[in-house]
C-alpha cells in the first residue's frame, strides 16, 4: 500500500486547509486511515482516525470540532478539512494507515501501530 498526501501550505490563523490522501494498492474501504502531525521539536501527534468503512471516528481533543475527516471512495482518497487553523497546528501532517482495529482501540493508535506512510505534507499557519 502507498500513501500519498498533499494539500499542506502556508495559511493564516483563522483560515482552512484540506489535506488529500491517495492510497493505491488497495481500497481505502479496507483500511483504518489516520493522520498524525508532527510540530517541530515535538514528538508526532495522533489527531484523527478513520475505521474501515469510516463506521468510528477518532478526533484529539487538540483538533475536535476544526477538522473532519471524510472518505472520497472512487477516488480511493481521504480527505483533512481543517478550519479555524491555529498556529499550533503549524505541523507536518501524515497520512497512514492499517488493515484492521477493534473500534474501541481507535481512540488510542500510536505511530507504532500503523503498517503504512504517506511521506509529510507541511503546513504552517502564520499568527
Known amino acids: 500500500v502507498q500513501l500519498q498526501a498533499s494539500g499542506g501550505g502556508l495559511v493564516q490563523a483563522g483560515g482552512s486547509l484540506r489535506l488529500s490522501c491517495v492510497a493505491s494498492g488497495s481500497s481505502i474501504n479496507d483500511l483504518v486511515m489516520g493522520w498524525f502531525r508532527q510540530a517541530p521539536g515535538k514528538a508526532r501527534e495522533y489527531i484523527v482516525g478513520?475505521?474501515?468503512?469510516?463506521?468510528?471516528?477518532y478526533y484529539a481533543p487538540s483538533v475536535r470540532g476544526r477538522f473532519t475527516i471524510s472518505r472520497d471512495n472512487p477516488k480511493n482518497t481521504v480527505l483533512l478539512q481543517m478550519n479555524s487553523l491555529e498556529s499550533e497546528d503549524t505541523a507536518v501532517y501524515y497520512c497512514?494507515?492499517?488493515?484492521?482495529?477493534?473500534?474501541?482501540?481507535?481512540?488510542?493508535?500510536?505511530?507504532?501501530?500503523?503498517?503504512?506512510w504517506g511521506k509529510g505534507t507541511l503546513v504552517t499557519v502564520s499568527s
Open positions: 478513520s475505521s474501515r468503512g469510516a463506521g468510528t471516528t
Open positions: 497512514a494507515a492499517r488493515r484492521w482495529i477493534l473500534a474501541q482501540d481507535m481512540r488510542s493508535l500510536t505511530q507504532g501501530d500503523m503498517h503504512y
